[in-house]
């Protein structure tokens, strides 16, 4: 519709030029004959008065003359006459006369000054007049003149007509065209098209028995068009249809490729009519407004990285906190909308929190708790009991949002994501003991002896193992949580299949190390970013150095980035020559900015950048560039294609899916992945050059390893952190999660 509108603004701008250039031409012309009729209208008059005034100035007859003026000053567009003698004195005037007309002696001295007749258009009292003297004569000389007056102003009514009748024509022109072209491009153009992307996308999305149809009937304009387009539908379908019975075919066989295709075949033959419901605190799209404009953003969340694509895959119903300042604006009344927004696959059930309750439960428990009581970062955890319960509260919230979803659902699969909502498993058993639950928990687990300071730790392990399945990234991670049990609650553990019974519930164990979209659905893995496109995005950046290092993440304590900056110095102290020709990228979205630790974290690391940057500065060169914003994942893939090295350095992690993610871009196989062993990731990519993030030298020594390796090595390397990224993906992890659950 924007484009329709600026097409129909384009041609009334048009239109009104054209208007607007032959009014002025028509108005100037008409104001030329009128004046110049009125002219010679004054001329014609003035001399069949000057023989009857004539005589009667000879012979002095003032008298008469002052009759005779009258006489003619009631005439239509004649304002009135004036005589004036030799020496520029009025001798009679018409009464209809303006006095400063009357008054005016410079165009009747001027007329008998040069013994011709000499005429003026004036302005009197906000009335347009032309005023006409011609000399009177005795029979030697001069002796007079002779004043005409003639009301002028029907000349620029008769040009206001003009514009008003132009304008008026231009106003019902310009309507009637625009509504013309708006009929022509929306019915005969956009329409048309808008039914071949319809057309064309339901070959992409539809089901796959109703695909084959034919083509919309098209005109003869669109027709060689809709010709090739249901050609190109055809081929879509056909191929996805292979794709499918192709992933049909190798559900049984493990080691081959996990697509979302196959995924999608493998819930049709082991979930069947189940339907799948995912409970997180970070929503999988946040819309804000800006004017009067609605847009959307994915979070930086590996958790969100992770699940969405599946979720694609696999259709359901994801509930999660609506957060964003503009979510309100664009559910139904029962706070669902489909996403993802460009290609609706599944619902997104928002739940509203107060204000009071997302300070305690979210940034108050869940972030300045159990965060830091999880990573070992050695940030102080926080407990409040006002925090506590409204921890409580939320996570009865979401097992309302859930109990209401699957009220007619039968045997539901419900996967609980993270520790915002570790006591939502037990509250969803009481009430649906019939619901398989599966927990996965995206951090690390700590040992028994960190998380026993917690103060609330019986209720949380409690809620959890209300859980069917519990997934940790890492088997240290379940082995951490088998002995916190074991430690706090009566329970009976089994170690061989790993499982804990409290009561009647039984929950199982497992390591589950989830990953990434690979290959990515939208085709080359992301973007294909050129040559071109890096020079533009080094040139943006003001960049002129050779070699470039990256680092992404939330702007978060357990990311060690004091320690990467720490790394950076050390190593261009070290290694001198890199001075001048080195420059790390650090992206770091803005994260729970609400929180005191979270804002002094991130004062320090901006003074950390200007510290070492005012150490090492020379030239125009800065070692750092500090990219404090969010990005999206299609602008955060152009930073890994441009990379030569990326440093993933955290504290203590989960699993890190950055990594994977810089590993995924790089189709070049090219560039090299620095890795904390404090991550998951760093237990799959062993390929990487892995670090101990609180050693500065020896981060220092891998980023001089990685800038001066081989391109034979860097190849070797990359291929297998490659190949171990796409036998493992986020389809299979997911398979793996869903077939544990179908199989308990």
Known sequence: MKQILIAIFLIVTAISLVVLVF?????????????????????????????????????????????????????????????????????????????EISESQKIAGEAMDADLPSGEFAEFQDRKVYVLVIPLHDDESVVGGLMVVQNASYIDSRLLEIWRNNLLRLFIQAFLLSLATLLLLRW???????????????????????????????????????????????????????????????????????????????????????????????????????GKEISYFLPASGMVTAIEPVMQACGGTWIAHGSGEADRLVVDKDDKLMVPPQEKKYTLRRVWLTDKEEQGYYYGLSNEGLWPLCHIAYTRPIFRKE????????????????????????????????????LLPRMIKKIRPDASVALFWHIPWPNPESFSICPWKKEILDGMLGADLIGFHTQLHCNNFVETVGRELESLIDYERFTITRG???????????????????????????????????????????????????????????????????????????????????????????????????????EEVERVNKLFRQNGWRPIIFLKRHYDH???????????????TSLHDGMNLVAKEFVAARNDEKGVLILSQFTGASRELTHALIVNPYNGEQTAYAIKEGLEMLPSEQTKRMKELRETIKNYNVYRWSAELLRTIVDL
């Open 23 to 99: 009014t002025i031409n028509q108005v100037q012309q008409e104001e030329e004959r009128l004046r110049t009729d009125l002219e010679r209208r004054s001329i014609l008059l003035a001399e069949g008065l000057k023989e009857t005034v004539e005589p009667n100035f000879i012979n002095k007859s003032d008298q008469q003359l002052q009759v005779l003026v009258e006489k003619f000053a009631g005439r239509e567009r004649f304002a009135g006459l004036a005589i004036y003698d030799n020496k520029g004195q009025i001798v009679a005037v018409s009464s209809s006369l303006p006095k």
């Open 188 to 290: 005969i153009i956009y329409k048309p098209i808008e039914t071949l992307v319809n057309f064309l996308k339901a070959g992409r999305v539809e089901d796959l028995g109703q695909g084959l149809q034919e083509g919309p009937a098209g005109s003869l304009f669109f027709g060689p068009l809709i010709k090739e387009i249901t050609s190109v539908r055809r081929s879509l379908i056909e191929a996805r249809m292979a794709a499918s019975e192709e992933a049909r075919l190798r559900l049984d066989k493990l080691d081959s490729p996990w697509t979302e295709e196959r995924l999608k075949e493998f819930i049709k033959e082991i979930i069947k009519d189940r339907t799948i419901i995912v409970v997180s605190n970070r929503e999988p799209y946040i819309h804000t407004k800006h």
């Open 387 to 422: 925090d506590w319960e409204e921890y409580k509260k939320v996570n009865w919230k979401f097992a309302n949002a859930v109990i209401s979803e699957i009220k007619n659902l039968d045997r539901p699969i419900i996967l609980v994501q993270d520790f915002h909502l570790a």
């Open 504 to 606: 009647l519930q039984v929950s199982y164990i497992k390591p589950l190390p989830i990953s990434i979209a690979f290959p990515d659905k939208s085709g080359q893995e992301k973007s294909e970013v050129d040559k071109l496109d890096q020079e533009e995005l080094v040139k943006s950046l003001g960049i002129k150095t050779k070699h470039i290092a990256l680092g992404v993440d939330r702007l978060d304590y357990t990311k060690g980035i004091l320690e990467r900056f720490k790394a950076i110095e050390i190593f261009l102290k070290k290694y001198p020559d890199y001075q001048g020709n080195f420059t790390f990228i650090q992206i770091a979205a803005p994260s729970r900015i609400k929180i005191k630790r979270y804002q002094e974290f991130a004062k320090d690391v901006e």
């Open 634 to 648: 299609e602008e955060i893939y152009r930073f890994y294609k441009l990379a030569n090295i990326c440093l993933v």
